[in-house]
């Protein structure tokens, strides 16, 4: 069952079991934390404009991002603690830029933050798709 899991049977070491149920470990930190960020910003009418906003965001996607990509090198290293760890920072910083999207399209930090998650993903998946490949 694919509830909150997109991993594959080879890939459960990244993933709860909570009733039964598989559940990612980034993504169990990632969006219940992002759904609270967003509502907290919403009832304090948070303002949209944060002259640390880009720096904070990036900052804190980042780790969610190395990890992710050391894990695709080394499929049976890393541990849930820290992938549910870099999920609840992610979820901070996703959080915010979408708090700030859903009143302001397209806003720049999510632009760079889409910059930063693609410059990072893209090499890293192309090595590993390639390496799966060869091997």
């Not at 996607?61 to 999920?87: I, K, Y």
């Not at 901070?92 to 693609?118: D, M, T």
């Not at 993903?121 to 091997?135: F, K, N, Q, W």
């Amino acid at each position: 069952m694919f509830w909150l899991s997109h991993h594959h049977e080879e890939e459960y070491n990244r993933t709860y079991l909570l009733g039964g149920v598989r559940v990612c470990a980034r993504c169990l930190g990632t969006y219940p934390v992002l759904l609270a960020v967003m509502v907290a910003l919403f009832k304090v009418r948070a303002p949209l404009t944060w002259q640390w906003d880009v720096p904070v965001v990036l900052g804190l996607t980042l780790p969610a991002l190395v990890d992710w990509a050391v894990g695709r090198f080394r499929p049976g290293g890393g541990s849930n603690a820290v992938r549910t760890l870099t999920g609840v920072l992610l979820g901070v910083a996703l959080g915010r830029s979408l708090f700030i999207h859903f009143q302001k399209p397209l806003p720049p930090v999510l632009v760079w933050q889409a910059a930063l998650v693609a410059v990072v993903a893209l090499p890293v998946l192309l090595m590993t798709y390639r390496s799966s490949r060869d091997g």
